[in-house]
């Protein structure tokens, strides 16, 4: 069966940092890209960053990129997500998911075919 499992600090305040796990199991990590997507209250989920390690590449929004650092320990079946300088603005549930690996720089929403139940961060100021 395919799990992927997100875990993580919760909490924070403004400019701090949290580090987000997801281990995942059931899949050949080579033949997909696993993303961290986080979904705001009254907001739609949105891609965060995701990784491949078919050729390392890496994605960030625009919203994270210089902040956010997305990595892989595949002999531990996990990437992780470290989110440093962090804003209100980032308080989400956040999910690992991931996507059939096609060679394509970013992945939409709809193209993650498993998600990892969301954890809650929560950035105060």
């Known amino acids: 069966d395919v799990q992927l499992q997100a875990s993580g600090e919760a909490w924070c305040r403004l400019g701090g940092s949290l580090t987000l796990s997801c281990v995942f199991s059931g899949f050949n990590f080579g033949d997909y890209v696993i993303g961290w997507l986080r979904q705001a209250p009254g907001k739609e989920r949105e891609g965060v960053s995701c990784?491949?390690?078919?050729?390392?590449?890496?994605y960030y929004a625009d919203s994270v990129k210089g902040r956010f650092t997305i990595s892989s320990d595949n002999a531990k079946n996990t990437v992780y997500l470290q989110m440093n300088s962090l804003k209100p603005e980032d308080t989400a549930v956040y999910y690992c998911?991931?996507?059939?690996?096609?060679?394509?720089?970013?992945?939409?929403?709809?193209?993650?075919?498993?998600w990892g139940q969301g954890t809650q961060v929560t950035v105060s100021s």
């Open positions: 990784i491949s390690s078919s050729d390392g590449s890496t």
């Open positions: 998911a991931a996507a059939y690996y096609s060679g394509s720089y970013h992945y939409s929403v709809a193209e993650y075919d498993w």
